[in-house]
């Protein structure tokens, strides 16, 4: 069986292939956000999702630590490595205590940082084509990119949730942070006022509208956080 998901938040997505192997479907192959599972009895994997320092694949002393613990190594992709291990030899957790935890995630939301800003330059680029050269083929990639840089900066702004949390919870300080969407906003606006001599009237001005009202939503997000 083979289903198609795309996952910014890789909690979101240990929990769905746990459910999955719940109902007796083990994920056994990965693929540009194509899962293959294989049949198995309900409930005999547990599944979690790790971040590895390298690209498509893991250092040996990863693997040899994951063998020494009993955890297979089912795929690798991108930075993500999928992990399961029988249920029936108890727990399985990656990390236990907050410091980890939180480097954990700060990883993560450095390469989602990285992506998002390589997006936006992306986004941009597309709509000059498309306002200074008329490749009309310009404007939708820019669309679909936007959703995916949606989704990136929605997975960042969750990150810096949960990070914070880990952090008051370690430390017991409160700790306020500027949301990214009020970043997202500014630099859209600069972005915006770059090429608004290129850009079609009515698109500057959904930029424009766009990115104040990001920076509006990143202002309330930001002093509504305890």
Known sequence: MIKFRLYFDKDAETAWLNR????GWAVNRFFAGFFSFESCEKGAFV??????????SVSSDYRELMQDAGI?????WGYWVILRKKASEGKFELYTDCASSIEHYKKIRRMFKAVTIVEM???FFEIYMGASQGVKLGY????LLTAILAGLMNAVIRLNVIIAGLEEKMT???????????????MLNVCGLLLMDVMPHMFRHVIQILAIA?????????FRRK
Do not use: N, P
């Open 20 to 23: 999955m192997a719940a109902d």
């Open 47 to 56: 599944y979690q999702v790790d971040f590895s320092d390298r690209l498509f």
């Open 72 to 76: 297979e190594i089912v795929q690798t």
């Open 121 to 123: 330059l992306l986004v």
């Open 140 to 143: 939708i990639f820019a669309i």
């Open 172 to 186: 017991g300080i409160s700790k306020k942070c500027m949301s990214v969407l009020w970043a997202v906003g500014c």
């Open 214 to 222: 990001l920076m509006i939503i990143g202002m309330f997000q930001t």
